[in-house]
Nanobody, 115 residues
């Protein structure tokens, strides 16, 4: 299984970006998909995820600003990020937990929000 994230970049505070993650390979079924992020000097943290019942969960810091979604075939996962703030600056990682509860990670895409 490979996860390829794209869509990161530099944006001004208040701007928007949409991240995309393409899933390739056989996952044997998907438990959850979503996004994590890691800022310099900080631990990786959950941003948003969507489970097999299409229920979503968000970190408190992004609720109301970010939206996670995916295609029906679960081959692409998206993160729409609005009202971006400088503290959203981080490397964003695509994540998938498969049917066997094994965690797969993408290589990450940099998001930088300038003030």
């Amino acid at each position: 299984v490979q996860l390829q994230a794209s869509g990161g970049g530099l944006v001004q505070s208040g701007g928007s970006l949409k991240l995309s993650c393409e899933v390739s390979g056989n996952t044997g079924g998907t438990n959850t998909q979503g996004w994590y992020r890691q800022a310099p000097g900080k631990q990786r943290e959950l941003v948003a995820l969507i489970n097999r019942e299409d229920l979503t969960h968000y970190a408190d810091s992004v609720k109301g600003r970010f939206t996670v979604s995916r295609d029906n075939d679960k081959k692409r996962v998206y993160l729409q990020m609005n009202s971006l703030k400088p503290w959203d600056t981080a490397v964003y990682y695509c994540h998938l937990q498969d049917h066997y509860l094994y965690n797969h990670w993408g290589r990450g895409t940099q998001v930088t929000v300038s003030s």
